[in-house]
């Protein structure tokens, strides 16, 4: 690599750690292109050398916490080989991804919050990210539900996790009525175990 080149690198990764902060301090709207120039020594203009636009710089720290939320569900997960223990490992899962949420608020958010710029398109790189994260349900699902097809399988792996997440960002919504991790907790695996017993029971 040429050391222009790296040194491209290095300063989009500041540019990067930077926007990481604004967001976890403030959310998005703590990302501001000219206090983030500022903080890197750069120009305003500058910052568009390193990013394609603020879009981009958004979804490569969606990146940067998608890639935190896998290790958080991966050392959450236990190993999987009977219905109990697909069970066990989507409850688990759920309570892991609970728990990153509480911790990584606003980094979590914006992974939701975000909206690309009208006509622009999510790139496949960014789309590739969030997908790899159903496997955390997909695969226990395949243990407890065998009999159904991927694209059954893919269906509910929707919905367990849309169910999970609402709860989540319900329950986690000072505005609304922010509820105490130990009954967050309690509500996630009830919904999660609730949902494993009907699944087990109609396959």
């Given at each position: 690599m040429t050391?222009?080149?790296a040194r491209r690198d290095r300063q989009r990764d500041l540019l990067i750690d930077a926007a990481e902060r604004a967001i976890a301090g403030k959310g998005l709207a703590g990302l501001k292109a000219r206090e983030l120039a500022q903080e890197i020594g750069c120009s305003l203009g500058a910052i568009y050398n390193l990013v394609a636009d603020m879009d981009e710089l958004v979804l490569r720290v969606g990146s940067r916490t998608l890639a935190r939320l896998d290790a958080a569900l991966n050392a959450?997960?236990?190993?999987?080989?009977?219905?109990e223990?697909?069970?066990?490992?989507l409850v688990a899962v759920a309570l892991a991804y609970s728990a990153f949420a509480r911790d990584n608020l606003q980094l979590w958010r914006v992974l939701f919050e975000h909206r690309m710029a009208e006509g622009a398109v999510v790139p496949d790189w960014a789309v590739s990210?969030?997908?790899?994260?159903?496997?955390?349900?997909?695969?226990?699902l395949g243990t407890l539900v065998p009999d159904r097809s991927a694209e059954d399988r893919n269906l509910l792996g929707r919905t367990l996790f849309s169910a999970v997440h609402g709860v989540v960002a319900i329950g986690l919504?000072?505005?609304?009525?922010?509820?105490?991790r130990p009954e967050l907790d309690r509500q996630i695996e009830g919904l999660v175990r609730l949902a494993c017993r009907g699944l087990s029971a109609a396959n």
């Open positions: 050391t222009t080149a959450a997960s236990p190993p999987v080989s009977s219905q223990q697909a069970t066990e490992a990210e969030q997908m790899t994260m159903f496997r955390h349900i997909l695969q226990p919504e000072e505005k609304l009525i922010a509820v105490p």
